[in-house]
């Protein structure tokens, strides 16, 4: 009798250690961007529905391998800053052979109402605090105005009196004939 019955508890020790052991497999893939086909650094692989929650990030090349993954069938969350989450459901999962997935992440557009900076500037008084005379701001909108400027602040501020250019092969000015040397612009 004690036979029998240390031979049965042996028994049912011995099949809890191997109901503990279920087959895994690994799952490998990439992860793609949809319209370059680059991959995507860093992005986030999930397992989902597993106790506890299982999950990994792709390499360089956007290459991952999740794990001991259980056999079964199993679904796979996928997301990346900026795209769009993918989720793949009905993943099965063999033994004896890896299971590999390419996924390709779509970009997230996200359209929001412009933004407008505008300020405004009194242009009698200068920028600099150190002039004290002559002294006039232009903004880029202002010089494309000015007849035959061109786009150039030197030709615009020529358009002044007591300014010159000194000729037209340079972008120097000469106001009220100081030397361009010493003009801060």
Avoid: C
Wanted: charged share 15%; proline share 4%.
């Amino acid at each position: 009798m004690k036979k029998n019955f240390l031979f049965l508890l042996l028994l049912f020790v011995s099949g809890l250690s191997f109901g503990a052991d279920l087959p895994t497999q690994n799952i490998r893939g990439q992860v793609l961007d949809k319209t370059t086909q680059l991959p995507l650094p860093g992005a986030t692989v999930i397992l989902l529905n597993s106790q506890p929650l299982k999950g990994t990030s792709t390499d360089l090349n956007g290459q991952f391998i999740l794990s001991a993954v259980p056999i079964g069938r199993h679904s796979l969350r996928f997301s990346f800053v900026g795209y769009k989450e993918a989720d793949i459901s009905n993943i099965t999962v063999n033994t004896g052979k890896e299971t590999l997935i390419e996924i390709q992440l779509e970009e997230l557009v996200i359209t929001q109402n412009e933004v407008v900076v505008s300020a405004q500037a009194d242009k009698s008084n200068p920028i600099s605090t150190m002039a004290v005379v002559s002294a006039r701001g232009f903004t880029v909108e202002e010089s494309a105005r000015y007849a035959g400027s061109r786009n150039d602040v030197a030709r615009m501020a020529s358009n002044y009196a007591g300014v010159t250019g000194s000729n037209d092969a340079r972008n120097d000015i000469i106001i009220r004939g100081n030397s361009p040397i010493g003009l801060l612009w």
